[in-house]
């Protein structure tokens, strides 16, 4: 993809999902959701945009599997359009946060975002390095359990059957393809360090170990939240029979 191609690529995008979540302004809220439609409206737009990247992300490698062989120069039309579908979603989020959320409530995505946006853009700009972005993408496979477990949560439905079994998944995906990815691509990095640029390593780099802190303690909240906390009010319910 040439530059004009990668800018009307990142544009549209920015704009699909501006005017998505225009459209679910105007769909029904749950009952509960009302005193926060902004976040109902905000998390619905992160699920479409996880679930088709992972989608996407999971085919780039299944018709062009030479791309994991070499993720530093061979990548398709199809990855480097993807790479460049992403960075339009979230250059929408991050102004969306900006627009309609407290500074003090947003912050860390905000520069989660800011990173992610530098790092894809280099990708796509210099078209090299968009098979590692679209590595970086996988973790959108648990984004889409993560987002739907907010949504639950929101609309009330954080007991029964179905949260459950989403929080189970959640955990199983959150291991396989946040913490694990996040660890190869490290190894990856630190393997391949002589054939990337020292600029290109510092932001990898750091970037990485934002992401790694950031996981570590997401992974401790959901544990805490979903299991632990359950636990401990079983163990409770026992000891009063």
Not at 70 to 95: C, K, M, N, P, R
Not at 160 to 173: A, D, E, F, P
């Amino acid at each position: 993809m040439d530059l004009s191609s990668v800018v009307l690529t990142t544009a549209g995008s920015a704009s699909f999902f501006k005017l998505l979540n225009a459209g679910l302004n105007t769909l029904p809220l749950p009952e509960s959701a009302h005193r926060n439609a902004w976040k109902w409206n905000n998390i619905s737009t992160s699920f479409v945009h996880s679930f088709i990247t992972a989608i996407w992300g999971v085919l780039c490698f299944f018709l062009h599997p030479e791309m994991a062989e070499d993720l530093i120069e061979t990548h398709s039309v199809f990855s480097h359009a993807l790479v460049s579908f992403s960075i339009g979603y979230f250059i929408h989020d991050f102004f969306d946060m900006i627009l309609y959320q407290k500074l003090s409530q947003s912050w860390e995505l905000l520069f989660h975002h800011v990173v992610v946006i530098t790092c894809f853009g280099l990708s796509v700009l210099s078209c090299r390095y968009v098979g590692f972005a679209v590595v970086a993408l996988l973790v959108e496979i648990n984004s889409v359990f993560l987002h739907l477990r907010q949504l639950l949560r929101m609309a009330n439905i954080a007991a029964g059957t179905l949260y459950r079994v989403n929080s189970i998944i959640n955990l199983g995906t959150y291991v396989v393809f946040r913490i694990n990815t996040l660890a190869w691509m490290t190894r990856w990095l630190v393997l391949n360090r002589e054939k990337v640029p020292l600029l290109a390593y510092t932001l990898g780099s750091v970037g990485m170990a934002i992401m790694t802190v950031m996981n570590i303690v997401l992974f401790y909240r959901l544990l805490r939240s979903d299991f632990l906390k359950s636990s401990t009010r079983e163990t409770k319910k026992e000891k009063e029979m």
